[in-house]
Every structure is written in C-alpha cells, then in structure tokens.
C-alpha cells in the first residue's frame, strides 16, 4: 500500500488498504497493555491482562469492574457476571452425559433425506 496523505478522499482507499489500516491500528492498540478509553472504561489489550485485572479485584464481580478487553477480531469484550442457578446446572450436567452422534454420521443421514 502507499503511504496515504491525511487529505487523501476516501474514495481513493481500495478494500484491502483500508484492511490493513485496522490491522495496523488493532497491532498498535494490543501492543499497550492498558489505557484508558473516553468513556472512563480501561481497555485491556489482550484477555489475559484482563483476566489478570480481574484476579485482584478481589470480591467484584466483571460487571463491577469498568473494564474490558479487546478480542481478536477488534471487538469490545468481557466476561460476564452470569452463574447457572443450581438447577440449570443439573440440566447442563444432564445433556452432557447424552450420547452424541458423529457430524459425518449426521451428514449423511440428511443427505439421504434430501
């Protein structure tokens, strides 16, 4: 790609520059671990570091905490405060232990149906 000029049109930007743009403004954003986005929220560069700031927030919960990370498509992410009921847990555990059926066994009993 040639260098762009900051009075360049858009319209003079092909798909694959602009593609490497956000590639290069997403390598720069992981390279800081931490910083501080407009809204007060501090964004992690990599789960990891994320996960390693929640560790130490010792009795909050993710949502208590304003923070996130940025995933690997370019994404605001988090983890959630969300824990199954005890029941639901039990459901879970229950459609584990069920028997599975191979995807290429699947395949070709639909195959025979269409």
């Known amino acids: 790609m040639s260098e762009l000029a900051l009075d ?3 319209t003079a930007l092909t798909v694959g520059d602009l593609k490497k ?7 720069e ?9 407009q809204e007060g929220y501090l964004v992690f560069a990599s789960e990891a ?5 929640l560790d130490k927030q010792e009795g909050k919960l993710p949502s208590g ?3 996130y990370f940025i995933d690997e498509q370019g ?3 988090f983890y959630s405060d969300w824990v199954p009921t005890p029941e639901y847990e039990k459901e879970l555990e229950k459609i584990r232990k069920e028997p ?5 066994v699947v395949w070709r009993r639909l195959r025979k149906l269409g």
């Open 65 to 67: 905490v304003r923070a």
């Open 8 to 10: 360049q049109p858009l």
């Open 21 to 27: 743009i956000l590639k290069e403004l997403i390598e």
């Open 29 to 37: 954003l992981r390279q800081q671990e931490v910083y501080i986005d």
């Open 100 to 104: 599975t059926v191979e995807a290429e």
């Open 75 to 77: 994404y605001k992410a």
């Open 49 to 53: 570091a994320y996960a390693n700031y």
